[in-house]
């Protein structure tokens, strides 16, 4: 059946893969795209746009009437310690919006999490949707207002709004407009790094991801569960980073950095950050996450959902060949 879907984020990974297989699929698609965006993500795509912000409720609301669904993917992704403020204002404030919005219009909501937001486990335990926080888990803005959407959604749920969680894990793919994941996989590409992180990672396609959040929400009776892991292939950066870099045809990392290499480096970015007008990408925040390892279980979305994980050189060179035509 030809759904109305609304989309928020829509000129991110996730949100552009949703909307380009939901155009494919047939469905009706509105994105809400903040003024002064770059048009680019959206060109040439059979998009009703319309101009407002996940910051500004009314503008939510407004773009959320006669819509069967809405999928939330808007958010700052960012591992640090900066920008708390608009942290808060988007990912926390924002989902209050969207879910007040959802209820007030009576369609179901689809809010895109991450597996950052979860228990941290260990190299030898596989962590899934129940699984209860270590306190082991890096307190930094992201997952800290990623946890506070969760609870906000979750407590609408508990009033009645029809909605469900997804979890994704690190995902690779084509349309990284900005790119978000894809750096990780161009710096490995395009600048030897001889040493990897000591910790590891779960990784999956973001159209698995897109595929398996439009089911949810152009299905015609809700999901049985409310929250899904949207993970992948678990494995340790070291063994990550020598795929991507295989499959680029880059050179390997040749060993783990060690955990007190690991620590002189967070103090020295600290400092750094200090002096810098905003914070780098490698920060004290993402080095200690780099050491943990982020490994989960999608078992719940592969039984209920169908959810896929495909073939992860597949997912890199795929990834690879958009990222290295669109990121010169």
Not at 27 to 42: I, K, N
Not at 77 to 93: H, P, S, T
Not at 173 to 179: E, L, S, T, Y
Request: glycine share 8%.
């Amino acid at each position: 059946m030809r759904r109305r879907i609304l989309v928020t984020g829509g000129t991110g990974l996730v949100g552009n893969n949703v909307i380009r297989l939901l155009l494919q699929q047939g469905h009706d698609v509105r994105a809400l795209v903040r003024s002064g965006s770059s048009s680019r993500p959206l060109t040439g795509l059979d998009v009703e746009s319309v101009t407002g912000d996940v910051q500004d409720e009314a503008s939510v609301i407004a773009a959320c009437r006669d819509m069967d669904a809405v999928i939330h993917a808007a958010g700052i992704v960012k591992i640090g310690w900066d920008l708390a403020g608009n942290m808060r204002e988007i990912n926390v404030d924002g989902t209050k919006h969207v879910a007040n919005a959802a209820r007030q219009n009576n369609c179901r909501m689809i809010h895109v999490s991450t597996v950052n937001a979860l228990a941290v486990t260990g190299p030898d335990v596989v962590a899934n949707e129940l699984t209860p926080l270590s306190g082991n888990e890096i307190p930094c803005n992201y997952v800290e207002t990623k946890r506070a959407a969760d609870a906000i959604v979750h407590d609408a749920i508990d009033k009645g709004l029809n909605a469900t969680i997804v979890y994704p894990g690190m995902m690779l793919g084509p349309w990284d407009w900005k790119p978000s994941s894809g750096q990780m996989l161009l710096a490995v590409a395009r600048q030897f790094t001889p040493a990897a992180p000591s910790g590891g990672i779960s990784v999956s396609d973001v159209r698995d991801v897109a595929k398996s959040i439009i089911g949810i929400a152009t299905s015609d009776e809700a999901p049985p569960h409310r929250d899904y892991i949207m993970a992948g292939h678990n494995l340790t950066y070291f063994d990550f980073w020598k795929r991507m870099a295989a499959v680029t045809r880059a050179r390997p990392p040749v060993f783990r950095i060690g955990r007190l290499l690991e620590k002189t480096i967070c103090v020295g970015t600290d400092i750094v950050s200090k002096v810098l007008p905003s914070e780098p990408i490698v920060n004290s925040a993402a080095i200690q996450m780099g050491q943990q390892f982020h490994y989960y279980d999608s078992s719940r979305a592969q039984s209920d959902l169908g959810y896929t994980v495909s073939d992860l050189n597949i997912t890199i060179a795929n990834a690879w060949h958009w990222l290295n035509d669109n990121h010169k």
